[in-house]
DNA sequence: TAAAAATACTCCATAGGTATTTTAT
DNA sequence: ATAAAATACCTATGGAGTATTTTTA
């Protein structure tokens, strides 16, 4: 079987037409060099070069062969080439699922800061309900997701980018403290206005909420956090806000921001793929780099 | 330093899918296919597979490599073949594809002398579509093919081989003088029985009866010439039959073959290959063998 | 005779095989 | 529990080195 060293060889010897010399510049001995090309020559069934004690050239049938090997010596260093350029970190195409509670406030912080970083990176977002994007991950249709942890679905692995307080959002009321922690019972006997159904931050409040004495409260169902804050500003009832999406949010006066007294409420963002993936890399590299964004 | 054996592991893993199935084809264990894979892999500095438990596919970089790869694998593949054919006329694999009208009929004629003329040739035959055939010769699956000319298909280059007259088969009539030339009008009235989609036959056949008056006729679409000829035996119609199936598939006293008046309808047939195939030669002196043997 | 390629031989790197372990479902 | 790939370890092929011989101008 032919391989890629005597056709190597052959070039070498080629170019130099001295098999003493050819040998040198491929760093074999001359022997080695000999018999491949001698190798060549009978795998093939053809004499290549016509050997004379003085010269050394290659015969009408080597010139055709030597041709057909610098081509395809020239596409194997393509083919390194390529696959170097592509072993650069964070480079290439990217299709990256986003939360919608997370996306329009996380993405103008940190997208160009990464463009500026990786520019060789192309990012591709979407942004839907985890469930979604859950799927689309374990199809393939997306490489990762910036989600709350832990995300259901087989065969994915995670990095934590940065943890997200839960803040209170209550009618403004000039009776109560700013700095004053809330505690759960404060969402005793309120409306607790929430987006509708699949949204995760709608879970998430639940579940905070679940121990609560009186649970009589609307949930409201909204699809967007502008028309929650919008519903409390007007003293409908109160919410609970990511702190990620606190400050483009809340402009309005009429609403007050509360931490939670400890446990204070969060959830952890993180950014998942599929183990299988052979981005590992690029991933973690990407979460550190996000998570550095964030917390610095 | 990158091998042709690793591309060529590559490929098999890339075709099977599934590294125990993918070694089994190409002659070696398991692991030793893994290993080669492996240090591919090292080597480039990028995963070229992704590895499931239960599935095995190639990653974005992979298949772009695969592509490389295959374009490597077939100009060496072109490299090897030039120098057979410079060193042995017509030796060596050759995949011919040759269609259902012509197989059965030419190849009990000109294989024997074939092998005896070529005995280093070592013929695979594949029987199929002329629409099958023309993708496998391009995508370099076949060497060359037998059909009727022309053959669609970019670069591809044809040589003649013979003229095949079509005859008209109907039933033994004794009022009919067998001598008589048939003209088209004789189809009229008739069934005209043919073979089923996709057999050039049926094209070449209905594009001489696309003149006939009245085409009230059954074109049957029977998958073998066989079973028409005995429907036509049997005075269900008639039909336009190769002249070069004429002495295997009429024995049958019930069936008369008379030749059409001028013009007569005919196929050339010939062998077609690629234009970059390095075996242009051997493809040429094929051809007038073949040429030879038939018209002699 | 001199220069250069081929041969002889020895050594060692590595491809490959078998057996086994790890891993994921 | 099963299937599949990875790992461990051993073998053997063959590529390469050194020393030497052959060839031919």
Chains 1, 2 share one sequence.
Not at 174 to 201: F, M, Q, S, W, Y
């Amino acid at each position: 079987m032919i391989s890629l060293r005597q056709l190597r060889y052959l070039q070498a010897l080629s170019k130099h037409l001295h098999f003493g010399r050819a040998a040198e510049s491929v760093s074999v001995s001359q022997p080695a060099l000999s018999m491949q090309i001698r190798e060549l020559e009978t795998y093939l069934g053809i004499t290549l070069v016509e050997r004379q004690s003085n010269a050394v050239h290659l015969t009408r049938e080597g010139q055709e062969v030597m041709m057909r090997a610098e081509r395809i010596l020239a596409e194997v260093r393509d083919l390194v080439d390529y696959a170097r350029q592509v072993s650069l970190p964070l480079s290439g195409p990217l299709r990256l699922g986003i939360i919608p509670s997370i996306a329009p406030y996380l993405l103008p912080k940190v997208l160009p800061k990464i463009t500026k970083t990786h520019p060789d990176l192309e990012l591709t977002i979407r942004e839907t309900l985890t469930e979604t994007l859950s799927r689309e991950l374990q199809t393939g249709d997306l490489d990762a997701v910036i989600a709350a942890l832990p995300m259901d679905g087989a065969g994915l692995v995670s990095a934590e980018i940065f943890e997200d307080r839960f803040l209170l959002a209550r009618k403004t009321d000039p009776t109560i403290d700013p700095k004053k922690r809330a505690e759960v019972c404060d969402l005793d006997g309120t409306n607790l206005l929430l987006l509708e159904e699949g949204h995760c931050l709608r879970d998430q409040a639940l579940n905070y909420c679940q121990n609560i004495p009186s649970p009589s409260r609307n949930t409201l169902g909204a699809t967007s956090l502008a028309t929650v804050i919008q519903m409390v500003a007007a003293g409908y009832g109160v919410t609970l806000l990511p702190e990620i999406c606190a400050d483009v949010e809340v402009r309005d006066e009429r609403v007050l921001l509360q931490r939670f007294a400890e446990p204070q409420p969060r959830r952890m963002v993180g950014l998942i793929w599929r183990k299988s993936s052979p981005r590992h890399q690029d991933f973690e590299v990407l979460a550190e780099t996000l998570s550095g964004l964030l917390n610095a």
